[in-house]
T-cell receptor, first 111, second 111 residues
């Protein structure tokens, strides 16, 4: 699986959009970008994933650059409950593939 | 609620003892994954089972073992426990869509 680089931490104002960057310059053509988050000591939660097109669901939007070397997770209206560690993971899509977690970005949403 | 159930939620035991952690995957999911999260470390992949067979192995100690039963539930056995084994242990399951769904974890404290 390709390696990813994320900022260690970032703050965000409640009600504002949170933009979480991720670099994955060695991504392969068959690797997807996945985002998970972990709210303090809870199990990681799937957010969204994509291959090359931008994706949106009820939780977030995922913007992937045309060269696929980086992506941005957007939380459109951050709430205090969005405070968590966010993990960007690149992996080949397959039903049986494990996830390899890096350090993630610790996001603190402030009132 | 991810649909993945882990028991027990909390466990306190002494060094040298043996414990068993149990995981019930989401209905229909064939893959089960075990992860360890220590206080000062990230999520470490331990082992994966697919339909009863070991599929992938990570940084799992020889004192640890796991299995997946015909009804697809899985157990992680930790023996000769040491203080450093104190951690959160997460189980996840996945279906054909590729996302992993995590349980709420079992917090093990070794005294």
């Amino acid at each position: 699986d390709a390696k990813t680089t994320q900022p260690t931490s970032m703050d965000c104002a409640e009600g504002r959009a949170a933009n979480l960057p991720c670099n994955h310059s060695t991504i392969s053509g068959n690797e997807y970008v996945y985002w998970y988050r972990q709210i303090h000591s809870q199990g990681p939660q799937y957010i969204i994933h994509g291959l090359k097109n931008n994706e949106t669901n009820e939780m977030a939007s995922l913007i992937i650059t045309e060269d696929r070397k980086s992506s941005t997770l957007i939380l459109p209206h951050a709430t205090l409950r969005d405070t968590a560690v966010y993990y960007c993971i690149v992996r080949v899509w397959a039903a049986g593939n494990k996830l390899t977690f890096g350090g993630g970005t610790r996001v603190l949403v402030k009132p | 609620d991810s649909g993945v159930t882990q028991t027990p939620k909390h466990l306190i035991t002494a060094t040298g003892q043996r414990v068993t952690l149990r995981c019930s995957p989401r209905s229909g999911d064939l893959s089960v994954y075990w992860y360890q999260q220590s206080l000062d470390q990230g999520l470490q992949f331990l082992i994966q089972y697919y339909n009863g067979e070991e599929r992938a192995k990570g940084n799992i100690l020889e004192r640890f073992s796991a299995q997946q039963f015909p009804d697809l539930h899985s157990e992680l056995n930790l023996s000769s426990l040491e203080l450093g084994d104190s951690a959160l242990y997460f189980c996840a399951s996945s279906s054909g869509t590729g996302e992993l769904f995590f349980g709420e974890g079992s917090r093990l404290t070794v005294l």
